[in-house]
Structure formats: C-alpha cells, structure tokens
C-alpha cells in the first residue's frame, strides 16, 4: 500500500494582494449568533409561547393565589425562551413576578431577532495577539468558485475539460485539493485609524428594487491594505488531473482567481485581487509513526 506521502504532492502557495480584501465575518458576538441560529428554528414555537403567554398574562395577572399546576405550565413556557436566549435564571413562584419576568424575556428575545436584522460590518477573525487571520478554506473556495465558472464557460481555458459538471467539481476539489494549515496570518494587520483602533470603511451600494427604484445602502467592511501577503501548503492529490503536467490546471485556477479576488465584494466588485505564486515543495506536515498507515 502506497504511503500517504506518495498519494500527494505539496505545495507552497504565496498571495500578494494587488486590491484591499475585506473581511467576510459578520460583526456580532458568538451568543448573539448562536441565540438567532437557534432562533430560525425555533420562530413558529416561539411566537406559540408568545400567545400562551399573553393568554396566562390576561388570565392570571391580579389573581393572588393561583393554581399550582397553572404556575408550573407558565414557568415551563417561559423556560422555552431561556432555552433559545441561553439563559438559566431561577424562575419566581409567585405569578405576578413570574408573568412580569416573561415579558421581560420576550422583549429581549424580540430585541435579539431585531439586532440580527440590521446590516453589520464584516470583520476579520483575530488570533490571541489580537492581528487578523484568514480561514485557508477561503482559498479551497476561490478554486471551487473559479472552476465552476470554467465548467459553465465555452470560452474558458481548457480546464472545463477536467469536469463535466457543478458536481464532478465540487467532488474533484473535495477530494483532491486541501489547505495544509487551518488559518493563515496576513503579513499586516487591518487598516486602523489614528487611534488606533480597525478602521471600518463604509462604500455605497445602489441597487434597484422590485419597483424599479434605485436604492442605496451602506455596506461596512474592515479592510487588509495592498501589499498584504500570505501563504499557506496545499496537499494536491498525485493522481488528480487538476494536478497533471506540473499542476498546471491549478495554476490556471489561481489565474482565474486574480480577477475574482478574495473575501467580501469580490468578483464583480474587484475586492481582494492578488498575484501569486505557487511552488512545488518537498513537505511532510504529517509523519506516520512506525507500524501505522
């Protein structure tokens, strides 16, 4: 059985950006995000317990001494939203307090769901020093993006040839095309104001709605400056016609990719071009023990 350094080849792949490239992370906290996600899923229930809740509120509010069981139904429709806010505050006994905590609740499970539909800047990930760092899979889906543009394209460059469809591409990429290192740390950090802080450029974008209107809205979007680079280890599958003749097809790929660029509003909006350059290297990123395949 061949070893797995003679199923692949390695190289190393340098980017020097030609245009400012602009973050693609929204610019929320982690709970905030995780509380909508949830939130998606769980709207239609959510706005059920809104109901039940109003119905309890109307029903039971001044009532001193309700039911046992009627408290007990509340708390369990309340303990709902805390679930999906990620809260375990100790419920009150007593129905009035009880019934002015879920309004509580419900006002900041609405303000959470409103926050998530305002625009936000795009920002870049952070290492523990604070400097920006890239996702190396950003690189794997500049390639994907390219190819099926080339598949799709009669006047391509004769890479179409490699894969017949979306398909076949998604799988060829998946299966033969890795980044080596998880994240990538850009030779500068964002582009910061005089104090010191990232700097967030705003750019307008005008658009036409389903009326015919031109609308303009304002997108937000940390920045790296040109003359950024980069560079991570791609493990390219021996075998793959992506890595024929001297990868050439994959250097073609990254020429094509010049043009689209990387991170937010590229493509159409020419963000985050680059040149490169791309080396085969003799690289082992994972020596197998002895007695292991």
């Not at 309700?66 to 999906?84: C, F, L, N, S, T």
């Not at 964002?190 to 990232?198: A, M, S, Y």
């Amino acid at each position: 059985m061949k070893q797995l350094k003679d199923l692949f080849d390695y190289y190393m792949l340098e980017i020097k950006l030609t245009r400012e490239m602009l973050g693609t992370c929204t610019e929320a906290s982690i709970y905030h995000n995780h509380v909508l996600k949830k939130a998606q899923k769980m709207i239609k229930e959510a706005n059920r317990m809104a109901t039940k809740v109003k119905k309890a509120y109307e029903k039971y509010k001044g009532v001193e001494l309700p039911p046992e069981k009627e408290v007990a139904e509340i708390q369990g429709i309340i303990r709902r939203y805390q679930e999906v806010l990620g809260k375990s505050d100790n419920l009150p006994d007593s129905m009035d307090d009880l019934l002015d905590y879920a309004q509580e609740l419900e006002a900041e499970f609405n303000e959470v769901c409103k926050k998530g539909e305002e625009v936000k800047a795009t920002v870049f990930m952070r290492d523990k020093e604070g400097h920006a760092i890239i996702s190396s899979h950003m690189i794997l889906g500049n390639l994907k993006e390219n190819f099926k543009t080339m598949v799709n394209n009669t006047t391509a460059p004769k890479t179409e040839k490699l894969a017949k469809s979306k398909v076949s591409v998604q799988e060829m990429l998946t299966l033969d095309v890795k980044p080596v290192e998880h994240f990538i740390k850009p030779s500068e950090d964002v582009t910061k104001g005089e104090d010191g802080k990232p700097l967030i450029k705003e750019r307008p974008i005008r658009f036409e709605d389903n009326f015919g209107n031109t609308v303009t809205a304002i997108a937000m979007s940390e920045e790296l400056p040109i003359g950024t680079e980069f560079k991570c280890h791609l493990r390219v599958r021996k075998d793959s016609p992506i890595n024929d003749k001297n990868a050439e097809a994959l250097i073609v790929l990254f020429h094509m990719g010049k043009n689209n660029g990387l991170g937010q509003w590229r493509g159409s909006g020419g963000m985050g071009q680059y040149v490169f350059r791309l080396k085969k290297v003799d690289y082992d990123p994972t020596p197998i023990p002895e007695g292991w395949n």
